[in-house]
């Protein structure tokens, strides 16, 4: 079956950098993307971009370009999403979420969300 | 860009049918037919429920039905049931080549 497994909670001070990892399995990976969607606590979901698996491309929402990084790790079958000069308005559950091809689909399979607390 | 609105709540009896609505433009739910649901329990994952406007993934009750008309999609939850109950977001493909969520509805069975 389709799993996305993220890695553990991070505490970070504003201005640091996070590297949140989703390990992927159950399906042929290089044939998808990944979605990045982050929640803070009580609000909606916020879409961040996408990386494709298949060949690196990446395409993030315009708030956050400049300052995230995607990317995939095909024989480890893992994403990773970076996001540097932290805010303390950007602790949040970070989610990433199967993507086939590019955002006209839906994504479909979610990770258990990683949450990541920026404060001083 | 602008989140999809949506209302913030809707309630309903078991066995109710309730609607749920998102608005949005033509850069986004009216021109498109990319618009997709998600459920969501409290400190869980959202799920799938409906994509591109009215289709069912694998494994989703048929008592989840999709639609749209407009620049307005609709989520219509029939025969309603207590598990039903939680946030629901939708989400849409863009003229920007990305995705935009809606402000998300909590669904209560009273």
């Known amino acids: 079956q389709v799993q996305l497994v993220q890695s553990g909670a991070e505490v970070k001070k504003p201005g640091a950098s996070v590297k949140v990892s989703c390990t992927a399995s159950g399906y042929m990976f290089g044939s998808y993307g990944i979605s990045w969607v982050r929640q803070a606590p009580g609000q909606g979901l916020e879409w961040m971009g996408w990386?494709?698996?298949?060949?690196?491309?990446?395409h993030y929402a315009h708030k956050f370009q400049g300052r995230v990084t995607m990317t995939t790790h095909t024989p480890t079958t893992t994403a990773y999403m970076e996001l540097r000069s932290l805010r303390s308005d950007e602790t949040a559950v970070y989610f990433c979420?199967?993507?086939?091809?590019?955002?006209?689909?839906?994504?479909?399979?979610w990770g258990q969300g990683t949450l990541v607390i920026v404060s001083s | 860009q602008s989140a999809l609105t949506q209302p913030a709540s809707v309630s309903g009896s078991p066995g109710q049918s309730i609607t749920i609505s998102c608005t949005g433009t033509?850069?986004?739910?009216?021109?498109?037919?990319?618009v997709a649901w998600y459920q969501q329990h409290p400190g869980r994952a959202p799920k799938l429920m409906i994509y591109?406007?009215?289709n069912r993934p694998s494994g989703v009750s048929n008592r989840f039905s999709g639609s749209k008309s407009g620049n307005t999609a609709s989520l219509t939850i029939s025969g309603l049931q207590a598990e039903d109950e939680a946030d629901y977001y939708c989400s849409s493909y863009t003229s920007s080549d990305t995705r935009v969520f809606g402000t998300g509805t909590k669904v209560t069975v009273l």
């Open positions: 033509s850069s986004d739910v009216g021109g498109y037919n990319y």
């Open positions: 990386v494709s698996a298949y060949n690196g491309d990446t």
């Open positions: 979420a199967r993507l086939w091809v590019g955002p006209t689909h839906s994504p479909d399979y």
């Open positions: 591109d406007v009215t």
